[in-house]
């Protein structure tokens, strides 16, 4: 059934998610910056950037297939729409019949796969490179995100992620370790999936360690655009997944409107003290070799099936 | 709804677990050792809590020694050890951590499915936590065989020992005083005879590496 209500809250998050993605990631970078005693360009760079790359001429590599075309249109639609599957602000969407937490990270699932297969597609060194990391990052990360998901989904009895987030605001105050190992997990992956430093440095651009930039180095003016507003636009969704199951108060339940005006403030600022651990995760910590990544994940892993397991032990 | 004592007795027991964990993939033997302590600290503290909502004083006693033997006396004793033979930054090389991992994870589900039949009969608040007891007891078992160096064996050896106790604090609500002095006592003059070992070990091979134990004759 399809409220008015819920229409209105889908629209709002949407927009939201879209308008203020820039943002976080601009936040990130200014509390990195603040951490390492720089005064840092602040937190509305990004959107200057995304206004620069859009006016400049967008150049195509000799040999490139219409892939390589659509992907960035790919990659920000299908970014938009996870965005508007995951309840940020209210929990009752009607974009959550769509779509449960498995095709949520099937969504995921699927813009890696074009991402990857555009980076192949022009055929240099560093692309291939890129996107074979990448697949490998993502075929240990997804497992991990999965478990973590079922944690969740085990507790409220539904894989939907809008009754779960319903189920888990009405659960009584109480310690959850399972929820605890999933939590851990859960910015684990976020970590590895982001680019973040533990796995990728999002700050470089002429290393051969990178990943994510190695991908998109043949992107330019409008599509490399796009590409950035995505990669911002799923740091932000990853944030709202992990504040939507693990810090889920605040968020309006049902048709409630004023909730919902009431739910944007208490976001904003759980996005912000987010960001603001992010930098703090990024700046305490080294980017490990490549090859140490399947133990970072591997151990993501470990403690979200631990997670579940615990759940059946102590919480049933 | 769970009592809050309970709900924290699960969470030191879920701690527990996550250290056993962290003993098995830690290749670094200091923080094996650092790794060792805490999860003495943990189950001192599980077998206080234990104490504090059950009224069982004696539990006191035994958190006691816990504390005293197992976060501050062995401790020592390793930390002095890996000083004297000089391995203090050793690191375990032959070691495939995912691999180690899923092994433990399939324990981990194994011990669980043997517990809860047990754990149902058992009357006591504390019962769902004897699966991660049996499961921190094989992790540390898996540990011991897939380690060849000797300290890293012995703190797996101690490890199941902290398991055993935590299985016996869980299940019944700890032993009779008699019985866990004794074990205490057993722990350390066993810890003190390996010590000696250690050296005699490196003094015949010029290593710690146990492997070559396993050569009966020499050439």
């Known amino acids: 059934m399809i409220s008015a209500s819920g229409v209105a809250a889908q629209i709002t998050e949407l927009f939201l998610a879209v308008a203020l993605a820039p943002l976080m990631t601009g936040w990130v970078n200014q509390c990195r910056a603040w951490l390492q005693n720089k005064s840092g360009p602040g937190p509305l760079q990004p959107y200057r950037m995304l206004g620069k790359l859009f006016q400049k001429e967008s150049v195509i590599a000799y040999g490139a297939s219409p892939l390589f075309r659509i992907t960035p249109y790919i990659l920000f639609g299908g970014m938009c729409l996870a965005a508007a599957i995951v309840p940020t602000l209210a929990t009752d969407l009607p974009f959550n019949t769509a779509a449960d937490a498995i095709a949520l990270v099937g969504l995921f699932a699927l813009v890696r796969v074009f991402i990857s297969l555009a980076a192949m597609d022009i055929g240099t060194a560093f692309g291939t490179l890129g996107a074979r990391r990448e697949m490998m990052i993502g075929f240990l990360a997804e497992p991990a995100l999965l478990m973590v998901l079922f944690t969740a989904s085990l507790i409220s009895q539904s894989t939907s992620l809008s009754i779960t987030v319903g189920k888990l605001l009405q659960m009584d105050l109480a310690i959850y370790p399972s929820l605890a190992f999933a939590g851990i997990a859960f910015t684990m992956v976020l970590l590895a999936e982001n680019a973040r430093i533990p796995i990728d440095n999002p700050a470089t651009h002429l290393e051969l360690t990178m990943i994510h930039e190695a991908m998109i180095l043949e992107y330019s003016g409008r599509h490399l655009a796009l590409i950035e507003w995505a990669a911002s636009l799923k740091l932000f969704v990853y944030a709202c997944i992990g504040i939507a199951l693990f810090l889920p108060f605040g968020i309006a339940q049902g048709g409630d409107s004023l909730g919902l005006i009431l739910a944007l403030p208490v976001l904003v600022a759980k996005l912000a003290v987010g960001g603001a651990l992010l930098a703090v995760i990024e700046t305490v910590s080294a980017k490990m070799r490549i090859f140490r990544a399947p133990e970072f994940l591997g151990t993501a892993f470990l403690l979200a099936v631990l997670g579940m397991l615990v759940h059946f032990l102590l919480e049933s | ?219």
């Open chain 2, 1 to 219: 709804m769970l009592p809050l004592s309970s709900q924290v007795i699960n969470l030191l027991a879920a701690i527990l677990l996550l250290l056993a964990f962290a003993m098995l993939t830690q290749r670094r033997i200091l923080s094996l050792i650092n790794l060792f302590a805490l999860q003495g600290l943990t189950l001192a503290l599980s077998t206080a809590v234990v104490a504090w909502s059950t009224g069982q004083s004696h539990l006191y006693w035994s958190a006691l020694v816990t504390f005293a033997l197992k976060v501050v006396v062995l401790p020592w004793i390793l930390h002095r050890l890996i000083r004297r033979l000089n391995v203090k930054w050793d690191v375990e090389t032959l070691l495939n951590i995912p691999t180690t991992m899923l092994i433990g994870i399939v324990l981990v589900i194994l011990a669980f499915n043997l517990a809860l039949p047990i754990s149902q009969l058992a009357g006591t608040i504390t019962k769902s936590t004897l699966g991660i007891a049996m499961a921190s007891m094989l992790l540390a078992f898996l540990m011991m065989i897939t380690r060849s160096k000797a300290v890293p064996q012995v703190i797996g050896f101690l490890a199941m020992e902290n398991a055993l106790f935590f299985a016996a604090t869980s299940a019944t609500y700890g032993m009779p005083m008699v019985v866990e002095l004794g074990i205490a006592l057993d722990v350390l003059v066993g810890m003190i005879i390996l010590g000696v070992f250690f050296f005699q070990i490196r003094e015949r091979f010029d290593s710690l590496d146990i492997r070559h134990l396993e050569k009966l004759k020499e050439e």
